[in-house]
């Protein structure tokens, strides 16, 4: 019936949210099975495959919805390592070199799917930040993910040169501050809370 194949798009909406690069109003596209959230100067703050059966009667806030469910689904299966596609085993990695903010980066040799984004993806499945949330009355998944500002202030961010350790970002609310630690694969070796 073309339910998977069919071109579906959507006209640009704008958001509750503003763009943390230059502060306009972030706007949301859905285009060849793609969900884009941008701004008008074209700062990229997140983009997720969403397939058309799921696009077909969502209306572009609800694309925008599943496409963060899917991104952290993904971040998960990814870390446990699986492809997120297909599922064959996959390796991940931390790149801190020759960028200006650490990326988490996989790709399946198998079917070929890429995850490439910011390295506070990692720390969206992980419990302690999941609780360091909830216990301030706060649902992770109320926030944008790129409103998180774990994953989009760079100055969160500090290299760690330690054995089988790459980079430790902060992840503050209210007065606690939680420095989590992640290797070379994104994986989280260690934490600890601080009070402000």
């Not at 058309?52 to 952290?72: G, K």
């Not at 399946?108 to 995850?115: F, H, P, Q, V």
């Amino acid at each position: 019936m073309g339910t998977y194949t069919h071109a579906i798009s959507r006209e640009a909406v704008e958001l509750d949210s503003d763009c943390f690069v230059c502060d306009d109003p972030a706007i949301a596209t859905y285009e060849n099975g793609i969900c884009t959230v941008s701004c008008a100067n074209d700062h990229l703050l997140f983009r997720w495959q969403v397939p058309p059966t799921a696009a077909a009667t969502a209306t572009l806030p609800e694309i925008v919805d599943v496409a963060e469910l899917l991104a952290r689904q993904g971040m998960e299966r990814t870390l446990n390592g699986y492809c997120p596609e297909c599922y064959h085993a996959i390796e991940s990695a931390v790149i801190t070199e020759s960028v200006e903010t650490p990326v988490f980066r996989a790709q399946c040799e198998t079917c070929g799917a890429r995850l490439v984004c910011p390295a506070g993806y990692a720390l969206l499945v992980d419990s302690r930040v999941v609780a360091l949330y909830q216990r301030h009355g706060h649902d992770l998944h109320e926030y944008y993910l790129w409103d998180l500002p774990f994953i989009q202030e760079k100055e969160r961010y500090r290299l760690v040169e330690e054995r089988s350790a790459c980079l430790e970002i902060d992840v503050s609310v209210a007065s606690e501050t939680l420095s989590v630690v992640l290797d070379e694969t994104g994986h989280v070796v260690n934490y600890s809370l601080h009070e402000k």
